[in-house]
Every structure is written in structure tokens, then in C-alpha cells.
């Protein structure tokens, strides 16, 4: 009966094609418009380290303040972006604005840029991220590029070779959304990240009873033999924190620390996190004795 529905629905919908086509035109120029006028802002969530709380990281969302509609979400547009292939230049302008902010934030502090599979094979990313590099100043060590598994889905060795240009640069791969793909695992057999991102999706039910927590616990170990880090996303509640640590992933993203902030909300949070009790793990040995 749905599917009769469904088919009747669509059916409904057939003659307004013509309309929803001249909207994705209309949203397609004001991108391109946007582009030019900076209508976009680059909001930066906080990383934590599960072991002292420090914030590790930030990672770099882009937001769109649309005119008439409001703030539209890059869940929208990034497709759109992708499709019409001004992602290239609008990530080009995520990663740049992006590490000139970052080259402000207190030393260790990492940050991740979220990078199209697009863009990862356009040819010109590696030049693109030691020209962002060189522009703000940011060590190449601080910049942490996220790709998820659809870069290396076809292409393999032509998406092995960006992989290893860019690690050559000296910036590190985090694999983002880690197990949301059709084959994850053969993925890790084919190229060290330095982190996965483990997809919200098994974070969500993970304090749950018959949840997610086996297949968390089984990447975290698959990652901790392979020498990379684990980082949590989406993670919205103290259970869920509390498990993750028990189960020795590294580093927890979410709103129950923080949702993506404007660049300025975020710069005082990490000084203030500097000067806090907590140090970052790599840090303690050069305090000084109290
Ligand atoms: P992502 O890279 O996996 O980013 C995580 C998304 O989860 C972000 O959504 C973030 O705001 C959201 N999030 C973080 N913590 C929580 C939480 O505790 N609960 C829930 N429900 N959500 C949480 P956002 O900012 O809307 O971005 C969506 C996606 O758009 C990103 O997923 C990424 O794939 C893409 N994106 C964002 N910025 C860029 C960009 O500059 N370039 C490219 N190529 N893609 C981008
Ligand atoms: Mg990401
Ligand atoms: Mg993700
Ligand atoms: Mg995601």
C-alpha cells in the first residue's frame, strides 16, 4: 500500500519537475554569487583527548548565510557544490581562510579541513595545501585533511598517489565517517591514515543495550594495531563518553562538549583550555615542576 502511495506521490509531483530544476538552478547561481560576495563562514568544532579532556583539535565546517534563506546547511549545498564543481573553489576557500585562523589558535592545537572527494581529485590539491600552508604561516604537522571512502572507491592508485604527495607535504589523513562505506575495512589495509573518524552512527546507540559498542570496540583495536588514532563523532551524552574511553578510543567530537562555533567563540575556548590544569598528551614533559 506505501509503495502504491509512493508511486502515486511521485506521479503527483512528475509536472513540477520543470520547477524543481529552475530552484537548483536559482540555488546553483547564488552559490556561485556567494563565492564572490563571501557569503560563506568557517564554524570550528572542538576535538578532545578522552584520556586528559584537553581540546587536540578543531574541525573546520563551513556554514552559507543565504540571503533570503537563512544559514543553509552544507549537508545542502556541499552536493550542489560538488555537482557543479564549485567545491573546488569553495573548498580552496574553506582550507585557506581556515589555516589563517588556525595559525592564531595556541601551538599544539590541530586543525581538520573536511576535503571533497572532487577536489581530492582535481590535481591540483597537494599545490592547494602547501599554498594554504604557506600563506597563513600554519606547520604543515597542525593541518589535517578528512577524506571519507568514496575518494578511494575507483582510482585506486591514482588516489594511493595524492594520498602519498600529501603525506609527503607533511600534513596528516584522518579517514572520515569511518564504517558508514560498503567495504571500510579493506580500506585500512590499503593506506596508514594517522585517525579514523568513527561515524556518528555507532556512537549514537553505543550505551545502548544490544548497541553499538562491539563494532566500536573492534575498530578501536584494528586502529590501535595499525598505530592510528580513533576519534568519536557525534558524541552527545556522559554514557556515551565514558564507554569510548573505556574502550580506549582517543578523542571524542560532539555537542556535549561543543557544536561547531564561529571562529571567534572558539579562539578564547582554546586559550582558555592552554592555561586549564589539563595539558595535551604530548606536553607534560616540558611543564615545568611545581
Ligand atoms: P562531517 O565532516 O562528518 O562533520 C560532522 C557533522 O556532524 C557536522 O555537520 C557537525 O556539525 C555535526 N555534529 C557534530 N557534533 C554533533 C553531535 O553531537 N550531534 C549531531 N547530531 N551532529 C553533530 P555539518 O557542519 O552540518 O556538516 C555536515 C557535513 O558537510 C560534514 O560532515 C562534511 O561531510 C560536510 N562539510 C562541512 N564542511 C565542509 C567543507 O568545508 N568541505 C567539504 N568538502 N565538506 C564539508
Ligand atoms: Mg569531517
Ligand atoms: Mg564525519
Ligand atoms: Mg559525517
Given at each position: 500500500a506505501a509503495k502504491a502511495a509512493g508511486r502515486r506521490t511521485y506521479r503527483f509531483f512528475e509536472p513540477d519537475m520543470e520547477e524543481e530544476v529552475r530552484a537548483r538552478r536559482d540555488l546553483e547561481m547564488d552559490l556561485r554569487r556567494a563565492l564572490v560576495d563571501g557569503g560563506f563562514e568557517v564554524y570550528y568544532q572542538p576535538c578532545l583527548s578522552?584520556?586528559?579532556?584537553?581540546?587536540?583539535g578543531c574541525e573546520a565546517l563551513v556554514r552559507w548565510r543565504h540571503p533570503q534563506r537563512g544559514m543553509i546547511s552544507p549537508a545542502e549545498f556541499v552536493p550542489l557544490a560538488e555537482d557543479t564543481g564549485l567545491i573546488n573553489q569553495l573548498g580552496e576557500w574553506v582550507l585557506t581562510t581556515a589555516c589563517k585562523e588556525a595559525?592564531?589558535?595556541?601551538?599544539p592545537v590541530r586543525l581538520a579541513v573536511n576535503v571533497s572527494p572532487i577536489q581530492f581529485r582535481s590535481g591540483t590539491l597537494a599545490l592547494k595545501v602547501m599554498a594554504a600552508l604557506a600563506a597563513s604561516?600554519?606547520?604543515?604537522?597542525r593541518l589535517e585533511l578528512e577524506i571519507t571512502e568514496a575518494v578511494l572507491i575507483r582510482d585506486d592508485e591514482a588516489a594511493l598517489a595524492v594520498l602519498h604527495d600529501l603525506r609527503a607535504i607533511g600534513v596528516r589523513i584522518a579517514l572520515d565517517?569511518?564504517?558508514?562505506?560498503?567495504?571500510?575495512?579493506s580500506y585500512l589495509q590499503r593506506f596508514p591514515f594517522d585517525k579514523i573518524k568513527i561515524d556518528r552512527c555507532f556512537i549514537?546507540?553505543?550505551?545502548?543495550?544490544?548497541?553499538s559498542s562491539c563494532i566500536v570496540e573492534a575498530v578501536v583495536n584494528i586502529a590501535a594495531e595499525r598505530h592510528m588514532t580513533t576519534t568519536a563523532e557525534g558524541v552527545e551524552t556522559e554514557p556515551q563518553r565514558d564507554l569510548l574511553r573505556e574502550l580506549g578510543c582517543s578523542e571524542m567530537q560532539g555537542?556535549?562538549?561543543?557544536?561547531p562555533k564561529p571562529a571567534a567563540e572558539i579562539r578564547p575556548m582554546l586559550l582558555a583550555d592552554r592555561q586549564g590544569p589539563e595539558v595535551a598528551p604530548s606536553r607534560p614533559r616540558k611543564r615545568k615542576p611545581v
Amino acid at each position: 500500500a506505501a509503495k502504491a502511495a509512493g508511486r502515486r506521490t511521485y506521479r503527483f509531483f512528475e509536472p513540477d519537475m520543470e520547477e524543481e530544476v529552475r530552484a537548483r538552478r536559482d540555488l546553483e547561481m547564488d552559490l556561485r554569487r556567494a563565492l564572490v560576495d563571501g557569503g560563506f563562514e568557517v564554524y570550528y568544532q572542538p576535538c578532545l583527548s578522552l584520556q586528559t579532556n584537553a581540546i587536540t583539535g578543531c574541525e573546520a565546517l563551513v556554514r552559507w548565510r543565504h540571503p533570503q534563506r537563512g544559514m543553509i546547511s552544507p549537508a545542502e549545498f556541499v552536493p550542489l557544490a560538488e555537482d557543479t564543481g564549485l567545491i573546488n573553489q569553495l573548498g580552496e576557500w574553506v582550507l585557506t581562510t581556515a589555516c589563517k585562523e588556525a595559525a592564531t589558535w595556541p601551538g599544539p592545537v590541530r586543525l581538520a579541513v573536511n576535503v571533497s572527494p572532487i577536489q581530492f581529485r582535481s590535481g591540483t590539491l597537494a599545490l592547494k595545501v602547501m599554498a594554504a600552508l604557506a600563506a597563513s604561516g600554519l606547520a604543515a604537522s597542525r593541518l589535517e585533511l578528512e577524506i571519507t571512502e568514496a575518494v578511494l572507491i575507483r582510482d585506486d592508485e591514482a588516489a594511493l598517489a595524492v594520498l602519498h604527495d600529501l603525506r609527503a607535504i607533511g600534513v596528516r589523513i584522518a579517514l572520515d565517517d569511518f564504517g558508514t562505506g560498503y567495504s571500510s575495512l579493506s580500506y585500512l589495509q590499503r593506506f596508514p591514515f594517522d585517525k579514523i573518524k568513527i561515524d556518528r552512527c555507532f556512537i549514537t546507540d553505543i550505551a545502548e543495550p544490544e548497541g553499538s559498542s562491539c563494532i566500536v570496540e573492534a575498530v578501536v583495536n584494528i586502529a590501535a594495531e595499525r598505530h592510528m588514532t580513533t576519534t568519536a563523532e557525534g558524541v552527545e551524552t556522559e554514557p556515551q563518553r565514558d564507554l569510548l574511553r573505556e574502550l580506549g578510543c582517543s578523542e571524542m567530537q560532539g555537542y556535549l562538549f561543543s557544536a561547531p562555533k564561529p571562529a571567534a567563540e572558539i579562539r578564547p575556548m582554546l586559550l582558555a583550555d592552554r592555561q586549564g590544569p589539563e595539558v595535551a598528551p604530548s606536553r607534560p614533559r616540558k611543564r615545568k615542576p611545581v
